[in-house]
Nanobody, 115 residues
Framework: QVQLVESGGGLVQPGGSLRLSCVVSGSISRLYRVGWYRQAPGKQRDLVATITSSGWNYTDSVKGRFTITTSNVKNTAYLQMNSLKPEDTAVYYC??????????WGQGTQVTVSS
C-alpha cells in the first residue's frame, strides 16, 4: 500500500509563493499518475494538476502559476505555487494512482493566502 506524507503549506501573502511536497513510500516512477487536488471550505475537492508519463494537466485557474514535478531520486512530488491569490486558499491533497488502479490520498496541507 502506498503511503503519502505532505508538507509545505502555510500562510502567505497575495503574490507570494509556496512549494508543497509529497513524499511517496516506494518508487514514484512506478506510479501511473501523481496529482494535487484542493478543497476550499464548503466546496468540493477539485483537481489542481496531474502528471503522468504522457505529460501534465492543469486546471485553467492555475495555468502559468503552478508547476507539478516529481523527483525519482527522492520519490517526492512537488507543487510549486507562484503568484498566489486569495482564491487559492484551500486544503491541498496529494493523490497517486498505481498502474493496477489503486488510489491513495495524502492527509492534506492547509494553504492560506491572505494579507
Amino acid at each position: 500500500q502506498v503511503q503519502l506524507v505532505e508538507s509545505g503549506g502555510g500562510l502567505v501573502q497575495p503574490g507570494g509563493s509556496l512549494r508543497l511536497s509529497c513524499v511517496v513510500s516506494g518508487s514514484i516512477s512506478r506510479l501511473y499518475r501523481v496529482g494535487w487536488y484542493r478543497q476550499a471550505p464548503g466546496k468540493q475537492r477539485d483537481l489542481v494538476a496531474t502528471i503522468t508519463s504522457s505529460g501534465w494537466n492543469y486546471t485553467d485557474s492555475v495555468k502559468g502559476r503552478f508547476t507539478i514535478t516529481t523527483s525519482n531520486v527522492k520519490n517526492t512530488a512537488y507543487l510549486q505555487m507562484n503568484s498566489l491569490k486569495p482564491e487559492d486558499t484551500a486544503v491541498y491533497y496529494c493523490n497517486v494512482l498505481t498502474r493496477t488502479g489503486y488510489e491513495t490520498w495524502g492527509q492534506g496541507t492547509q494553504v492560506t493566502v491572505s494579507s
